[in-house]
């Protein structure tokens, strides 16, 4: 099989998350592939519409469940507004597993401190819902969850879950202005609601995810928290076209997002001339 | 390996037999649409080539890397998409008369298409290809090949080298391809005369160029690396149009494209294009932000790719010297000039450091 051979998924179910953000869920049309597929979260590949191209995300859905894979997208570009035009029961191309992963080995035992803003969500909900899945192998679980407004927020059903959860602590936070007047959890920025919400640094792992200026102004709260940049995990996104680390795209000095990532320490990150 | 002496009719018997065996043979040729200068092409008869008058317009890197290929077809049917992928395995066929550059390069290139995954569409060709590189004798001023290591007469990537002596070729085999290409013509019985001539040849030729540029030192990937931010890059991007010329014509960039063409409702190909880090779309997110947003990021972003970000990766420089960009631009910017900047403001600032 060439590089470039996509595996065939059809899509077997579609969850709409807020106006433009949409989530499938797709098995495998080989039972064969279904079952030897394999991935880690954290991990991404490259999605496609025939006819249109490929496109690339994370892996949303969590390592432990087995046979299908779900991929969150906002309709952008070519191929993500072709991605929604499709039905259930369409095919779409996939590609991957494709770059590293999270650390879950390192973090187990450990307390783990989920930050995400948006969309950014997703791959965050990978490893999430794998932690969640081995529940007794980790310590704390707390989650911090941004959008601009209640409409923004993604996956309700699952923020829903998590706050019933007593094995999980979720702090859902939408910026000022973006509340409804049923709004019950927090108004105020991400950066604001983590510097609230976190009281040890302790046996901790943060693994963090949205848009760049989030992160930007997350990471000073953190380290003064007194996180070591090495226990802070993100995950960066720039544009792909092979995944492999061919095609010349998504380096940054001579680090490959699509090789050496997509996962970076807040440390590595540090040290990339500032080109992303 | 035993190496050769060929007549002009012995070689041009070899490129008549290899025609009639079906397999195609490339070599430099004057081009259909300027005569006054050379590409590669195919070529039926060894009169078709034009050997030793000047390199050729651009490099050989799209016998390997076409400019566009299919990567898969589709084909919606009754049960959903259904996908046939391409054969990996290529033609057999024969590169004559190469520019030494342009043959190292594919062996330079090879470290990124085999990088963790092999990319068997080009490992393909350039398991089916023999290369046969020629001496080279074109040189000008804006030639580099000695400072990246390599020289007019470097058979690097080559199967063998034809060197030009009195009454035809001395034959340089190098690899068991290049061996079982030429076993069958002229002769091995070699004097040392022959032995001289050729030697003698490629030293002439390795000196001409010599004198263009000092060889490139091994730190000089990280004194680019650390140069990453200076003020330089900006002034010399001011040329740069950002229109890719210089990447179509080099011999080793190879970054590309990945599109969807129909070919009807029902039916399509996914396929593989040249692309260039040079344009301004080539990094652009779907929300719009562009990591390389200006010209400047993208030309520092091609040089540090072939000076530091290559070699720190693969252990060697990502350009064969060959002048192509510099010759080709259109703003008349010269890689030689740029690489000369870099290594004056890194001497000086060892001197500095010294002091």
Redesign the interface.
Known sequence: ??????H?M?ICEITDETVDTRTLKLEF?DPAVAESFKFSAGQFGEY????????TFCIASPSTRKGYIECSF?A??KV?QALRRLAV???V?FRGPYGNHFPLDLMKGKNILFIAGGIGLAPVRSVIWTVLDQRDQFADVTIVYGARSVGDLVYKRELEEWTRRSDVKLVTTVDPGGETPEWKGMVARVPTAVEQTVTSVENTYAVICGP?IMIKFTLPVLLKLGFPEERIYTTL???M??G???????????TYVC?DGPVFTAAQIRQM???? | MTNRFLTHENLSKLVADLVAANTRVIAPVPAHNDPQKIDYATIQKLEDASFGTQLPRRSAKEFFLPTTEV??R?R?GKN????E??P?TAKPQVLLGASPCDVAAMEIVDK??N???????WFGRREATTIVSLLCSKMDDTCFCTAVGLGPDAVRGSDAMLMPIDGGYFVRVVTEKGEALFKNYGTAQLSDAMYAQARKSGEEAHKKVETNMPAIPADFAAAL?RN??HPLWKTMALRCHGCGACASVCPTC???????E?DDAQH?V?R?NW?S?QTQR??????G?N??ASQT?RFR?RV??KF??YP??FGEILCTGCGRCSRTCPGGMNLAEVVGEFRTLAVSAQEGSAQ
């Not at chain 1, 492999?244 to 001579?254: E, S």
């Not at chain 2, 990088?115 to 569409?121: A, F, G, H, Q, T």
């Not at chain 2, 190879?254 to 969807?260: A, E, L, N, Q, T």
């Not at chain 2, 080539?282 to 929300?287: A, E």
Request: hydrophobic residues 25%; glycine residues 12%; aromatic residues 10%.
């Open positions: 099989m060439n590089l470039y051979q996509p065939l059809r049309r496609s519409v025939f006819g249109e191209g490929e496109s906002k952008v570009g993500t029961g369409d095919t191309g760049p996104e720039n544009r076209k092979c492999l680390g061919k095609c010349g795209r998504c380096n940054i000095g001579a090789k001339p500032q080109e992303f | 990567l898969l589709y919606d959903g998409f259904e996908v992928e391409v990996t990124v298409m990088w963790d995954y092999r990319d068997e569409l690396a990453f931010d190879h970054c590309f494209d990945i599109v969807d129909h399509g996914r593989r692309d880090c080539f990094t652009v997110h779907g929300s932000h990591p390389r990021e972003q540090e790719h530091s970000i720190s990766r």
